[in-house]
């Protein structure tokens, strides 16, 4: 039986037990990861999994059941039980739920990749990232890391309402950090951000990043940062550096435009949102520079995918248009419930969980400047940049993060490096003081996007560019 | 009690034994099955479950390692895995730091299992769910109701072997007054421990004293903790202070045999206890036992796995984790003090009771020092009574200097277990009275 077959039977039983809809995926993952640390590698790890999960509606009651068992009799077990678990969800019931359309579709889709991560000699990654972490040891750091992950997922869709989809989808990414030790604190440098740089690509994206040509630069930036002074205290010009506004844009505004979360969906767990549904197309949400996309469809980024994971094909829509609320991310159950005629951002992170609402590829549209002439526009101020640690409310309003590396700016210039730079605001009143924005974007792609109960890791693409932002309170002290 | 996944460690270990009579290796066979029941907006929204079984294989041979899982575990899938997992040790980069295998050695428990947990059914825990929602009073709800068990085998070519079993059942849930939240969370080894209507009713209650929230300044308050906040603390330090590997490299507060904290905080790791949550061997097969960390307010011990105990010339204290974190403690057991929490309210002229922690981010691991903010509850204690209710608060603070000699001005006589975000673990620990929390900014701004 083919993996479609395995789908439609558990379909199949799902409906004969009682289901007024399902849906099933069938997905084999192959993944990759290679740590080395301090010039030496610590851990290769592969793995692969394959299985089924089924969805079923029963009056307004959802049930998942998932299993690794891709037989004709796992599968129907699978349907059926999916049933069962939706038919307990009625004894405490929600409204009446309908779904969104989306059109019953026979298709294949396929990332690019153009070098398949899983083929590349173990012996040459593992050179990479020896030689970058040996390097960054030669260069003062006290710990050096690099990293790389890879994964290879197919997946087969059917639904009780004609999809039948399959796709294949190559993700890889990679990148180094130096940790220096001090008597009373540590820094880190990274490169190219916190976790690395990540895409819907083969391992031609790890070439491009060319991790040992960094290697000793952010080890010495490390070093020099144990003895910088601290970021000081107090309300300045912010200028944010591309790979802290990727962060910016992920918790600030991807996250508050989740549907689920402005429904009270996630309410206990990750949170609400301070966004009201009464207000979408009407609210400002930042200034007229700020226009953020929902756009899966953008290649190589790594919140790319042909289709969701109900079977919406992809689609670019705003989010915010001249700084104007105006969009959602949206599943096919939570936009009918909210009135919206859209859905397309429902993903799982394997077919043991439930499909729920994830960010895609949420970005920043460029704006006009490039970082040197907003530099040299600022009068007074601090550059920061590299994310190091991230804190935001439960309604994405109140945030605080913390930036591995800051620079003064004085009189249109980059001065002094400054050391444990954080910065703190509220979403909306951030958002409103940019007022300068660079068209040096990047889509950088975040592999570590955790949300939903179980757990799960979602992989999420942000195009961002550095910006200035204007009287934002700086650094923090415990 | 697990033989087939018995069966199948050795299984893959024979397959080893052909395809590379020289190797080093390892197997582990778990088995998950997790029923999760969740409810928002007063409605099951989501209920989910799956069942997985899968094996882990680590292959060393001529100084080469490989770790490699599949979820694949007919003939051919196990085959594959060995053919595959072998292939790329010869193919791999040097592991100087091979701590070689774990020896045979006998469990100190084999994991607390509940009958009530096997049984339970998505009809129980939607009931668990029905009670919690009725007794909020109507007041909007959310939350879960979680059953877990597991049950695993490990073997090695060393002559090792080792198999456990263990339940979990976990409550979330939270009521909602006009977007003020409160909370109450439980974990327990046993289904019976979770009662939907007497969590509903608490919770209930507390969301309606938060109406009319007033706002305080930002500033050092003394506070009380409930056991929701230190569990949070108590997840922070096994991420970042008692991990042996961030500890070998001097990016851990802990400095062992130094009296560290108040001699009020006694810590341990416990998995084994019957009774408690928790796998009694790590995925390396080193037996868990109950692990001292902080003793009377000494720093007692760190977690280690075998890499990191090889490191520092100690032994595995059985916490191994994925994911290159280094060693994790998912079982600490903050023990109670003697004060009834009334009391520990009655000895606050003024402070905050704080009932939850929020999205804790450390800023630095050497000082353990986070940001966060307060959430589900926090009230102005005004001369030993709990008054106003007040607007969360963003905080920054050191976690070992709250709980430092002297910080400590209560320990609550009642131990809460709550439930892991991750892995089959719990944070157990009482409500604490501390001398002052650092919080650096109220949630408006």
């Given at each position: 039986?083919?993996?479609f ?18 849906d ?21 790890t ?12 029963v009056?307004?009651g ?15 077990l699978?349907?059926?039980t999916?049933?069962?678990?939706a038919?307990a969800s009625?004894?405490?019931?929600g ?9 019953a ?18 012996g ?13 040891v ?14 290879d ?9 004609g ?17 220096v030790v ?39 930036e ?14 300045t ?5 591309g790979?802290?506004?990727c962060?910016?844009i ?5 996250h ?9 969906w ?8 301070w ?16 226009n953020?996309t929902i756009?899966?469809?953008i290649p ?5 995918f042909?289709?969701?994971?109900e079977?919406?094909p992809a ?5 915010v ?5 105006v ?13 919206l ?6 993903r ?12 895609t ?14 530099i ?9 940049d ?7 409310d439960d309604r ?5 993060f913390g ?5 003064e700016v ?5 001065g ?12 909306p009143?951030?958002w ?47 | 009690?697990?033989?087939s ?18 190797a ?7 088995r ?27 292959v ?12 694949l ?22 592991d ?7 020896p ?10 509940d ?8 009809d ?5 769910v ?25 073997a ?52 309606r ?8 300044p930002a500033?050092?308050?003394e ?10 603390i108590?997840?922070n ?25 108040d ?7 416990d ?5 408690n949550?928790?796998q ?20 007692a011990?760190?977690?280690h796995d075998r ?11 059985g916490?191994?984790?994925?994911g290159?974190?280094?060693?994790m403690t ?34 630095d691991p050497?000082?353990?020092?986070l940001t ?5 509850g926090?009230?102005?204690i ?20 709250a709980?430092?000699p ?15 975000r991750w ?9 604490l ?7 650096t900014?109220t949630?408006?701004?």
């Amino acid at each position: 039986m083919s993996h479609f077959d395995v789908a439609t039977v558990a379909v199949q039983a799902a409906l004969d037990a009682g289901a007024r809809y399902a849906d099933a995926r069938v997905m084999h993952r192959r993944t990759e990861s290679m740590n080395a640390r301090n010039g030496e590698i610590e851990d290769l790890t592969q793995q692969e999994d394959a299985g089924i999960g089924v969805r079923a509606l029963v009056g307004s009651g959802w049930g998942f059941y998932a299993v690794p068992d891709l037989s004709t009799a796992g599968a129907r077990l699978a349907g059926q039980t999916a049933a069962r678990i939706a038919a307990a969800s009625t004894q405490v019931p929600g409204p009446p739920l309908d779904l969104v359309r989306s059109p019953a579709t026979t298709a294949s889709w396929a990332s690019a990749c153009e070098v398949d991560p899983l083929g590349v000699p173990l012996g040459e990654k593992g050179e990479l990232l020896t030689t970058a972490t040996r390097l960054m040891v030669e260069h003062g750091a006290d710990l050096a890391e690099g990293l790389y992950q890879a994964w290879d997922t197919r997946k087969w869709f059917v639904s009780s309402e004609g999809h039948r989809i399959d796709q294949h989808i190559r993700e890889c990414g990679g990148g180094i950090s130096a940790t220096v030790v001090g008597e009373h604190e540590t820094q880190r440098r990274s490169y190219p951000s916190y976790r690395g740089q990540y895409g819907t690509r083969g391992w031609e994206l790890v070439r491009e990043l060319d991790l040992t040509a960094h290697a000793a630069r952010i080890a010495e930036e490390a070093r020099a940062l144990l003895t910088a002074p601290v970021c000081p205290a107090g309300e300045t010009t912010l200028i944010l550096g591309g790979e802290q506004m990727c962060l910016q844009i992920h918790e600030s505004v991807g996250h508050a435009i989740e549907l689920d979360r402005i429904l009270g969906w996630e309410a206990a767990f990750a949170g609400t949102s301070w966004l009201d549904l009464s207000k979408l197309g009407s609210l400002r949400y930042g200034s007229e520079l700020m226009n953020i996309t929902i756009d899966p469809t953008i290649p190589g980024a790594l919140g790319s995918f042909g289709f969701d994971d109900e079977g919406t094909p992809a689609q670019a829509r705003d989010a915010v248009r001249d700084g104007r609320w105006v969009g959602v991310l949206a599943g096919r159950d939570s936009a009918a419930v909210a009135g919206l005629d859209y859905g397309g951002s429902v993903r799982s992170d394997g077919w043991a969980r439930l499909p729920m609402v994830r960010m895609t590829n949420v970005g920043l549209e460029p704006g006009p400047h490039t970082l040197e002439e907003i530099i040299a526009a600022t009068d007074d101020g601090i550059l920061m940049d590299f994310n190091r640690s991230w804190s935001i409310d439960d309604r994405r309003l109140n945030f605080q993060f913390g930036c591995e590396i800051g620079y003064e700016v004085k009189n249109g210039k980059l001065g002094r490096m400054l050391r444990n730079p954080t910065y703190t605001g509220i979403g909306p009143r951030f958002w409103q003081s940019m007022d300068m924005l660079s068209n040096e974007t990047v889509a950088w792609g975040t592999p570590n996007c955790g949300k939903g109960q179980p757990g799960q890791i979602g992989h999420t693409g942000h195009p961002a560019a550095p910006a200035r932002f204007q009287n934002v309170r700086v650094g923090v002290k415990a | 009690m697990s033989s087939s996944l018995a069966d199948l460690a050795h299984q893959v270990l024979d397959l080893v034994r052909t395809a590379a009579p020289t190797a080093e290796a390892a197997v582990s066979a778990d088995r998950t099955e997790q029923w999760l029941t969740r409810f928002a907006t007063s409605f099951i929204h989501q209920n989910v479950a799956d069942e997985t079984t899968s094996v882990t294989l680590t292959v060393h041979v001529d100084g080469r390692t490989t770790v490699a899982s599949t979820t694949l575990t007919d003939d051919a899938g196990l085959r594959a895995l060995v053919e595959r997992t072998v292939g790329a040790t010869r193919l791999a980069p040097l592991d100087a730091a091979w701590p070689g295998l774990v020896p045979p050695a006998s469990l100190a428990g084999t994991g607390t299992v509940d009958q009530s947990v096997l049984a339970a059914t998505p009809d129980d825990r939607a009931g668990v769910v029905q009670a919690f929602v009725r007794a909020a009073g109507g007041l909007e709800t959310a939350g879960y109701c979680r059953t877990k068990h597991w049950t695993g085998a490990y073997a090695n070519s060393a002559g090792h072997f080792v198999e456990g079993e263990a339940t979990s059942a976990d409550f979330d849930g939270i009521a909602r007054n006009d977007g003020a939240d409160s909370a109450a969370r439980i974990s327990s080894t046993r289904m019976s421990d979770l009662d939907g209507a007497a969590l509903g009713d608490r919770v209930g209650r507390n969301a309606r004293t938060l109406a009319s929230a007033i706002e305080l300044p930002a500033g050092e308050y003394e506070v009380v903790l409930m056991p929701e906040a230190v569990a949070d603390i108590l997840t922070n330090f096994a991420f970042y202070g008692f991990n042996g590997k961030q500890h070998n490299e001097g990016r851990s507060f802990a400095r062992l045999g130094e009296a560290q904290f108040d001699p009020a905080i006694t810590l341990t790791d416990d998995p084994v206890t019957p009774g408690n949550i928790g796998q009694p061997y790590d995925a390396e097969g080193t037996p868990r036992g109950v692990l001292s960390l902080v003793d009377a307010g000494v720093t007692a011990a760190v977690a280690h796995d075998r890499r990191t105990a090889a490191k520092a010339e100690a032994a595995s204290t059985g916490h191994f984790s994925e994911g290159g974190w280094g060693p994790m403690t998912e079982n600490l057991v903050l023990s109670p003090g003697s004060t009834p929490l009334p009391d520990l309210i009655r000895g606050v002229r003024r402070g905050l009771l704080v009932t939850d922690f929020w999205y804790t981010r450390v800023l630095d691991p050497r000082q353990m020092t986070l940001t966060g903010l307060t959430r589900n509850g926090v009230w102005l204690i005004e001369d030993g009574e709990i008054g106003t209710p007040v607007q969360n608060f963003r905080f920054t603070q050191a976690y070992p200097q709250a709980l430092a000699p002297g910080r400590v001005l209560g320990v609550g006589d009642t131990a809460v277990a709550q439930p892991s975000r991750w892995g089959l673990g719990s944070w157990t620990g009482p409500a604490l009275r501390l001398a002052s929390w650092n919080f650096t900014g109220t949630a408006s701004g």
